[in-house]
């Protein structure tokens, strides 16, 4: 079975950072492209950003760019999204997906609020 399950959200201050981790399993991850999903309260969900599966091309949402970063250990089958100057409005369950801009959530998510 395939089994996404993001980690590493929290409660944190604007401006604040925190580094989500989501371990995969059950699929062949090294060969598969890697999206971050999210859903903000009462918002459509977003493709955040996705990576390739050699991690030669990157995506990242407009409210994304510049402040977050996607990236990947094959060997660990692990997909990490550094997030940097978060804001309150960054505030959603982030989920991991398997895909190039896929806004499917599947899996565990984790919860990031960001609030003072």
């Known amino acids: 079975d395939v089994q996404l399950q993001a980690s590493g959200g929290g409660l944190v201050q604007p401006g604040g950072s925190l580094r989500l981790s989501c371990q995969a399993s059950?699929?062949?991850?090294?060969?598969?492209?890697m999206t971050w999903v999210r859903q903000r309260p009462g918002k459509d969900r977003e493709a955040v950003s996705s990576?390739?599966?050699?991690?030669?091309?990157?995506y990242y949402a407009d409210s994304a760019k510049g402040r977050f970063t996607i990236s990947r250990d094959n060997d660990k089958s692990t997909l990490y999204l550094q997030m940097n100057d978060l804001r309150p409005e960054d505030t959603a369950v982030y989920y991991c997906?398997?895909?190039?801009?896929?806004?499917?959530?599947r899996g565990q998510g984790t919860q990031v609020t960001v609030s003072s």
């Open positions: 997906s398997i895909g190039w801009r896929t806004e499917n959530t």
């Open positions: 990576i390739s599966d050699a991690s030669d091309a990157w």
């Open positions: 059950g699929f062949t991850f090294s060969s598969s492209h």
